[in-house]
């Protein structure tokens, strides 16, 4: 540990730090804000391998407690980040676990240009995965072509007039653009108007239940919560309130192909191999499935406490033995 860190200026000072026995193991960084609790649990399962070790950076430190120390010598650089947990060369780097929050200072961007100069570094989080996957339309395209039954998206050029003409036929609807969900269901009027010159409407379906499926490299884990209320419901009927979130272990054969070809197919722009994914389902009465949503990045920790399922092992696992696919 070195609580007294004053920030070295080159490689060979860095020496000075080092300790008299050397961890030559791979290294998993865990690049998140020191508030972020979420990670600890990913933590402490990597911890307690023997193969590799973690390293926990909080970018939001560089230039206190985290310093950067590199070399560029032609076409080849080296860099090192140091803070009170210890030093992590960049050769030594097998993944790196990338959580920024949503306001993030110079040293993210500064970290984050350093690690795209490190080809062989496995991500998860990493800008790309997160920018191929912000675009619902895109996503739904790439379910349908996966498997799953996606609801009807029509385009239109006057946000204000289709808002009243698709509701008319359809009931309920969400407004999408390109770029994300700027309005959430139904979206009010004065919202709308203030859309792009065009959205997308997306047709809203009765479902009663919401499944959420977490992908880990190949495996599966998966919680049902029943819906609040569904934007169909006629006010006459009473209003039903949801039971607990479960762990759910009957996800049908053909949904669970879908989500591991949507994995494996995976085209944002360039082809993309997700070896972990969030997914969003939906189920009606009559057990008809949808897709809804797919996170790059999606949070777990609050099914695993619920359900118990051992999802943050699979995912110290993925890190720690990540390995970088074709892009």
């Given at each position: 540990m070195h609580e007294d860190i004053e920030g070295p200026q080159d490689i060979q000072e860095l020496e000075d730090f080092e300790d008299a026995e050397k961890d030559e193991r791979p290294v998993v960084l865990v690049v998140a804000d020191s508030a972020d609790t979420g990670v600890d649990a990913v933590i402490q399962a990597i911890a307690q391998r023997d193969d590799v070790c973690v390293h926990r950076v909080d970018p939001n430190d560089i230039g206190t407690t985290t310093f950067l120390v590199g070399q560029i010598v032609g076409n080849m650089m080296s860099f090192c980040v140091l803070n009170e947990q210890g030093r992590t060369y960049c050769d030594r780097i097998r993944s790196v676990w990338w959580r920024p929050p949503s306001d993030c200072s110079e040293g993210w961007g500064t970290l984050e240009a350093l690690l795209h100069a490190c080809p062989h570094v496995y991500w998860i989080g990493s800008p790309q995965r997160i920018n191929a996957l912000s675009s619902p339309p895109r996503n739904i395209l790439a379910a349908a072509r996966a498997g799953f039954e996606t609801p009807m998206i029509e385009l239109h050029p006057n946000p204000g007039a289709a808002l009243f003409e698709v509701t008319g036929r359809w009931g309920a609807v969400r407004t999408l653009s390109w770029g994300g969900y700027p309005f959430g269901t139904g979206g009010g009027l004065d919202d709308l108007m203030m859309a792009p010159a065009v959205v997308f409407q997306q047709r809203l379906k009765n479902a009663t239940h919401r499944v959420t499926v977490f992908y880990i490299d190949g495996q599966m884990f998966a919680a049902r919560a029943e819906l609040a209320d569904s934007p169909l419901r006629y006010e006459s009927e009473e209003l039903r309130m949801p039971d607990p979130l479960e762990a759910?272990?009957?996800?049908?054969?053909?949904?669970?192909?879908?989500?591991?070809?949507?994995?494996?197919?995976?085209?944002?722009?360039?082809?993309?191999?997700?070896?972990?994914?969030?997914?969003?389902?939906?189920?009606?009465?009559?057990?008809?499935?949808?897709?809804?949503?797919?996170?790059?990045?999606?949070?777990?920790?609050?099914?695993?406490?619920?359900?118990?399922?051992?999802?943050?092992?699979?995912?110290?696992?993925?890190?720690?033995?990540?390995?970088?696919?074709?892009?």
């Open positions: 759910f272990f009957d996800i049908p054969e053909p949904i669970a192909a879908s989500v591991t070809r949507f994995c494996e197919t995976f085209g944002g722009g360039s082809f993309i191999c997700l070896r972990y994914a969030v997914f969003h389902l939906l189920v009606s009465t009559s057990d008809q499935w949808w897709f809804d949503t797919v996170e790059p990045l999606g949070d777990f920790w609050p099914v695993e406490e619920a359900t118990k399922q051992p999802i943050s092992r699979a995912f110290a696992n993925l890190l720690a033995t990540g390995e970088t696919e074709p892009t």
